[in-house]
Nanobody
């Protein structure tokens, strides 16, 4: 059974930092493209950042210079380092694993709140 478990969400002040983690099990992690998505109240879920199985990365424009996505295939874990957080970053952050023909999976989400 595939499981994606996010952690690291918290309440943080504007300008602060957080690191999210996504621990994967039940799949061949190294072959999956991994991504972070977020959904704010009343808005659609949006892509934040992706990292391919080969390690290429891409970011949504508003986070490009502030967030860093990474993965550790030995630990079956993906990370999102978030710096210079803004109130508009407040959302539930979801981990996604896209194995194309091997399946597409979501975690349960972790809440990030940026507020003073």
């Amino acid at each position: 059974q595939v499981q994606l478990v996010e952690s690291g969400g918290d309440l943080v002040q504007p300008g602060g930092s957080l690191r999210l983690s996504c621990a994967a099990s039940g799949l061949m992690f190294s072959i999956y493209h991994m991504g972070w998505y977020r959904q704010a109240p009343g808005k659609q879920r949006e892509l934040v950042a992706i990292i391919t199985s080969g390690g290429r990365t891409n970011y949504e424009d508003s986070v490009r210079d502030r967030f860093t996505i990474s993965r550790d295939n030995a630990k079956n874990t993906m990370y999102l380092q978030m710096n210079s957080l803004k109130p508009e970053d407040t959302a539930v952050y979801y981990c996604n694993a896209d194995g194309q023909a091997w399946g597409n999976y979501w975690g349960q989400g972790t809440q990030v709140t940026v507020s003073s």
